[in-house]
């Protein structure tokens, strides 16, 4: 039901299956569920229950006199925490659907719809990367078509990504790990300059 890993020094991951979490809560309502999941699952991260989450005008996460940056993502059963004492957290975790193929030319560039090809793990891990930096960055006003590029990289079943978001507010570069946990990918932002 939950899964917490140190990823490197300064850098956690936690997932909470949600089915399992509502069976053992009784919590069923799909919004209550995911607040619920999520204060229960940054809790056991902090090893600490008495912390406050808040959100800011962008509604970009926070935890209230923490050290740690934090991003949150759900997606049908699971429910993903990273926090990171080091550079801004951003995190996503996506089910490879096919109806990815429908909206591809919305969020990536000529380059990356070339690389991708029709591979639906690749699109769907090209998605939850440039959702993990728009989390990251934490601003409104990006087009993740021409603001935001992922490098290409090996088809495997975890590894590391490279992008960039590029706009009149930022240029930054981010180094991302991803996951391959079919039917589900997961990438999460590890480090930023």
Not at 28 to 46: H, S
Not at 86 to 115: H, P, R, T
């Amino acid at each position: 039901m939950l899964k917490i890993e140190e990823i490197r020094e300064g850098i956690r991951l936690g997932m909470l299956d949600l089915e399992l979490f509502s069976l053992k809560n009784s919590v069923t309502e799909k919004r209550d569920l995911e607040q619920k999941g999520a204060l229960f699952l940054i809790g056991e991260m902090l090893k600490n229950k008495e912390f406050k989450l808040c959100y800011n005008e962008v509604n970009k996460p926070y935890l209230e006199g923490e050290i740690e940056k934090i991003s949150i993502s759900h997606s049908h059963k699971w429910l993903v925490v990273n926090l990171n004492t080091q550079y801004e957290a951003g995190v996503d975790i996506e089910m490879v659907k096919e109806k990815i193929q429908n909206i591809k030319f919305k969020f990536l560039s000529e380059e990356e719809l070339n690389f991708a090809g029709n591979n639906l793990e690749i699109l769907t891990i090209l998605w939850a990367a440039k959702e993990a930096i728009y989390k990251a960055n934490g601003k409104r006003g990006v087009e993740f078509s021409s603001h935001i590029s992922i490098n290409p990289f090996e088809d495997t079943n975890e590894g590391i990504i490279n992008g960039k978001i590029e706009n009149k507010d930022a240029m930054k570069n981010f180094q991302l790990f991803f996951r391959k946990q079919l039917p589900y990918v997961l990438a999460f932002v590890i480090n930023e300059n």
